[in-house]
């Protein structure tokens, strides 16, 4: 897959040069290459620890009315879904506790979205989604072979892979710009203190229980997409994604030759 940018007619421009340090030649043909400057690096390890307390405070929360419902109303003879009971370990703080629950659940959801602001603002700013995570027309186009590779469970780990594939950078658009800020909107709406100087959140909402369905719904999401982004960097290669997100450098192995080619 290709990041470059189209021009009018739509054939592919030359590729342009991305900020930071040069590849770096390896022994056995492979190539060490610049992928994560250090804001995202740091944005990322906050986000990882922001989002397991939330979850964890968030269960915690759920479990002294464990029954999700739509509208104003919660049903508590027959509601839309009822949570079943999870173990304490999974909860902070340990134990039923929603006084304190909430106490972590604030404190990191506004280290979690200050940290998501300077995130997107650093990514706007020097255009790093542009260049990343935005599809490009040519990346569309080539859906359904992205589709089939993965499949296949098939990942590249040559030059190919100097780019995300069009599934990745589809699903990392609709995380930043669509399931963070659904989870955001209705847990503000959910907010007291928030209702009591901007209640039209509760009311587009469609009610309390509708808002805290859809958060649950939100928190469902995220959780699906960390289940299946760490199995991915498990299977395509543990030591050289985490190494990536560490210290910056990712490593490309040589292209193997294709079908009949010597190798």
Do not use: C
């Not at 200050?114 to 040519?138: C, S």
């Amino acid at each position: 897959m290709t990041d470059r940018p189209f021009d009018e007619v739509g054939v592919e421009a030359p590729a342009t040069t991305s900020p930071g340090p040069a590849d770096r030649p390896l022994p056995g043909g492979r190539t060490d290459i610049w992928r994560h400057p250090v804001l995202v690096r740091i944005s990322h390890w906050l986000n990882v620890v922001a989002v397991v307390v939330l979850l964890m405070s968030g269960l915690n929360i759920l479990m002294a009315h464990p029954h999700l419902d739509w509208g104003i109303r919660t049903t508590f003879a027959d509601p839309w879904l009822t949570i079943p009971t999870v173990p304490n370990w999974l909860m902070i703080p340990q134990g039923r506790n929603l006084a304190e629950a909430r106490h972590w659940h604030f404190f990191f959801a506004w280290l979690f979205v200050i940290n998501g602001l300077i995130y997107l603002a650093y990514g706007f700013i020097t255009r790093r989604f542009g260049r990343r995570l935005w599809p490009t027309g040519m990346d569309l186009k080539g859906f359904w072979r992205s589709v089939k590779e993965h499949a296949r469970f098939h990942f590249p780990k040559d030059e190919e892979a100097r780019t995300y594939n069009v599934i990745q950078k589809l699903t990392y658009v609709t995380m930043i710009l669509v399931i963070l800020p659904m989870m955001l909107i209705t847990g503000l709406s959910m907010s007291p203190g928030f209702n009591a100087i901007g209640g039209i959140l509760l009311e587009i909402m469609g009610g309390r229980q509708s808002a805290r369905t859809l958060h649950f719904i939100s928190a469902g999401l995220i959780v699906g997409f960390i289940v299946i982004h760490v199995g991915l960097v498990i299977w395509t290669g543990f030591y050289n994604n985490m190494r990536a997100m560490i210290t910056g450098w990712f490593v490309l192995e040589p292209t193997a030759p294709a079908d009949g080619e010597p190798k």
